[in-house]
C-alpha cells in the first residue's frame, strides 16, 4: 500500500467546538472581532449552531454582517472564499475578513431559494452559473491546492472508498459512526463498479477544479442579476461534474423525478454546455452517471472532516452520515438514462 496517501487513516477525535459556541464568553470575542473590522455592534443574534458551524447576524450603523466559525475539518473555507473573492469576484460574496478562524462577509439579502422561488429556469441558471464558476478557475487549479483544498482524482476512486470502507467498518460496534457490515461486504464486492465508473470519467479528461460539494438553492444570492455562491466548507477538487449530485438529488425529490425525466436533463445541460467545447455533449451525458455516482464520495469526505469534533450528542445524532453515503454507492444516481444521447453531441 502506497505510504502517506491523506486518507490512510480517519482523523483523530478533537474537541468539540460547539460547547464554547453556546456560551457568552464566544459571544463576546466575536463582537469584539466584528468591531475590529466593521465598527461599534449594535446587535447579535445567533442565526445558525450546529457540531460543525456557528453563524452570527451581526448589525452595525452601517449594515449587517454575518460572522462564521467552522470546525476545524472544515475551516479551508476562510482561505478559499477569500481567494475565491480575490479571483473571481463576481460569482461568489464579498469577504470582509477571514482571519483568526472566523469568516465576516457582508449581509446579501434572501438567498435564491426565496428570490427566485421553485421554477426549474432557476435549477438551470444555478447549474450553469456554477459550471462557469468552476471553468474560471481552471487555470488556478495550483492556487485551490496550494491553500490546502483536499484534492480527489477520479483515478484514486477505488483506493479511497476502499479505505474509509475498511475504516468505518473497523470501528467499535458500539460507535455511532460505524459502516454495518453487511453493507461493508456489499460495498467490497462492488468495487470493479466503482473502478469502471472511475476510468470512464477519468477517459473524459477534463480538468480538475472546484467542486462546491453542497450546491444548492440556500448556498446562493443573485444580487443584481449576478448569481453570488457562499458556504464553501464542504468544498473539494475534483472533476467536474460530481457537483451535479445533490442540485439533482434535490431537484428530482421536488418534482418526483426518475432518473430519465427531461426536466432533470433540461439542467444538467446546461451544466454541460459549459464544457461542451472540450468533451463532446454526447460523451459527457454518458458519463455523467459515473460523475454523480463518484460525487457521493465527496459527501463522504465532507462528514469525515466534521465528525472529529462532534460532541457525544451530536455524534450520536450525525455520526451515521458518513456511513450512510458510503452505503448509496451502489445505488442509481440521479440521472441514468442514456436513451438521450442521441439528442445532440
Same mark, same amino acid.
Given at each position: 500500500?502506497?505510504?502517506?496517501r491523506w486518507?490512510?487513516e480517519?482523523?483523530?477525535?478533537e474537541?468539540?467546538?460547539?460547547?464554547?459556541?453556546h456560551?457568552?464568553?464566544?459571544?463576546?470575542?466575536?463582537?469584539?472581532?466584528?468591531?475590529?473590522i466593521?465598527?461599534?455592534?449594535t446587535a447579535?443574534?445567533?442565526q445558525?449552531?450546529?457540531?460543525?458551524?456557528?453563524?452570527?447576524?451581526?448589525?452595525?450603523?452601517?449594515g449587517?454582517?454575518?460572522?462564521?466559525?467552522?470546525?476545524?475539518?472544515?475551516?479551508?473555507?476562510?482561505? =478559499?472564499l477569500?481567494? &475565491?473573492?480575490?479571483?473571481?469576484? %463576481?460569482?461568489?460574496?464579498?469577504?470582509?475578513?477571514?482571519? #483568526? +478562524?472566523? $469568516?465576516?462577509?457582508?449581509?446579501q439579502?434572501?438567498?435564491?431559494y426565496?428570490?427566485?422561488?421553485g421554477?426549474?429556469?432557476?435549477?438551470v441558471?444555478?447549474a450553469?452559473?456554477?459550471?462557469?464558476?468552476q471553468?474560471?478557475?481552471v487555470p488556478?487549479?495550483?492556487?485551490l491546492?496550494?491553500?490546502?483544498?483536499?484534492?480527489?482524482?477520479?483515478e484514486?476512486?477505488?483506493?479511497y472508498?476502499?479505505?474509509?470502507?475498511?475504516?468505518?467498518?473497523?470501528?467499535?460496534?458500539?460507535?455511532?459512526?460505524?459502516?454495518?457490515?453487511?453493507?461493508?461486504?456489499?460495498?467490497?464486492?462492488?468495487?470493479?463498479?466503482?473502478?469502471?465508473?472511475?476510468?470512464?470519467?477519468?477517459a =473524459?479528461?477534463?480538468p &480538475?477544479?472546484?467542486?462546491h460539494? %453542497?450546491?444548492?438553492?440556500?448556498?446562493?444570492?443573485?444580487? #443584481? +442579476?449576478? $448569481?453570488?455562491f457562499?458556504?464553501f466548507?464542504?468544498?473539494?477538487?475534483?472533476?467536474?461534474?460530481?457537483?451535479?449530485?445533490?442540485?439533482?438529488?434535490i431537484?428530482?425529490?421536488?418534482?418526483?423525478?426518475?432518473?430519465?425525466?427531461?426536466?432533470l436533463w433540461?439542467?444538467?445541460?446546461?451544466?454541460?454546455?459549459?464544457?461542451?467545447?472540450?468533451?463532446?455533449?454526447?460523451?459527457?451525458?454518458a458519463?455523467?452517471?459515473?460523475?454523480?455516482?463518484?460525487?457521493?464520495?465527496?459527501?463522504?469526505?465532507?462528514?469525515?472532516?466534521?465528525?472529529p469534533?462532534?460532541?457525544?450528542?451530536?455524534?450520536?445524532?450525525?455520526g451515521q452520515?458518513?456511513?450512510?453515503?458510503?452505503?448509496?454507492?451502489?445505488?442509481?444516481p440521479?440521472?441514468?438514462?442514456?436513451?438521450r444521447l442521441?439528442?445532440?453531441?
Amino acid at each position: 500500500m502506497p505510504e502517506g496517501r491523506w486518507y490512510d487513516e480517519l482523523p483523530a477525535r478533537e474537541t468539540s467546538l460547539s460547547k464554547a459556541w453556546h456560551t457568552d464568553e464566544f459571544r463576546e470575542r466575536v463582537r469584539t472581532w466584528c468591531e475590529a473590522i466593521v465598527g461599534p455592534v449594535t446587535a447579535m443574534r445567533q442565526q445558525k449552531l450546529r457540531g460543525w458551524a456557528t453563524v452570527w447576524r451581526v448589525e452595525t450603523a452601517d449594515g449587517a454582517w454575518f460572522a462564521k466559525q467552522n470546525c476545524p475539518g472544515q475551516q479551508i473555507e476562510l482561505p =478559499l472564499l477569500a481567494l &475565491l473573492a480575490r479571483i473571481v469576484p %463576481d460569482r461568489v460574496i464579498p469577504v470582509a475578513a477571514a482571519r #483568526d +478562524g472566523l $469568516l465576516l462577509t457582508p449581509d446579501q439579502g434572501e438567498v435564491f431559494y426565496e428570490t427566485a422561488g421553485g421554477d426549474l429556469e432557476n435549477w438551470v441558471r444555478l447549474a450553469r452559473e456554477a459550471a462557469l464558476l468552476q471553468r474560471e478557475l481552471v487555470p488556478h487549479h495550483t492556487e485551490l491546492v496550494g491553500i490546502g483544498m483536499t484534492q480527489l482524482r477520479p483515478e484514486e476512486s477505488v483506493d479511497y472508498l476502499s479505505a474509509r470502507i475498511e475504516q468505518y467498518a473497523g470501528l467499535p460496534a458500539e460507535d455511532p459512526r460505524v459502516l454495518a457490515p453487511e453493507v461493508a461486504a456489499r460495498l467490497r464486492a462492488h468495487l470493479p463498479v466503482v473502478r469502471r465508473w472511475a476510468e470512464d470519467v477519468a477517459a =473524459l479528461g477534463l480538468p &480538475l477544479t472546484l467542486n462546491h460539494n %453542497d450546491l444548492h438553492e440556500n448556498n446562493v444570492f443573485d444580487v #443584481d +442579476g449576478r $448569481l453570488r455562491f457562499f458556504d464553501f466548507g464542504d468544498a473539494l477538487v475534483t472533476e467536474p461534474l460530481g457537483v451535479l449530485l445533490i442540485p439533482l438529488n434535490i431537484l428530482g425529490e421536488k418534482l418526483g423525478a426518475d432518473g430519465e425525466d427531461p426536466r432533470l436533463w433540461r439542467v444538467v445541460d446546461a451544466a454541460l454546455e459549459v464544457w461542451s467545447d472540450l468533451v463532446s455533449t454526447r460523451e459527457l451525458r454518458a458519463a455523467l452517471p459515473a460523475a454523480l455516482s463518484l460525487g457521493r464520495l465527496g459527501r463522504v469526505e465532507s462528514w469525515v472532516r466534521c465528525q472529529p469534533s462532534l460532541s457525544g450528542e451530536e455524534l450520536g445524532k450525525w455520526g451515521q452520515v458518513a456511513a450512510a453515503w458510503l452505503g448509496t454507492l451502489d445505488a442509481d444516481p440521479p440521472v441514468t438514462s442514456s436513451r438521450r444521447l442521441a439528442a445532440g453531441d
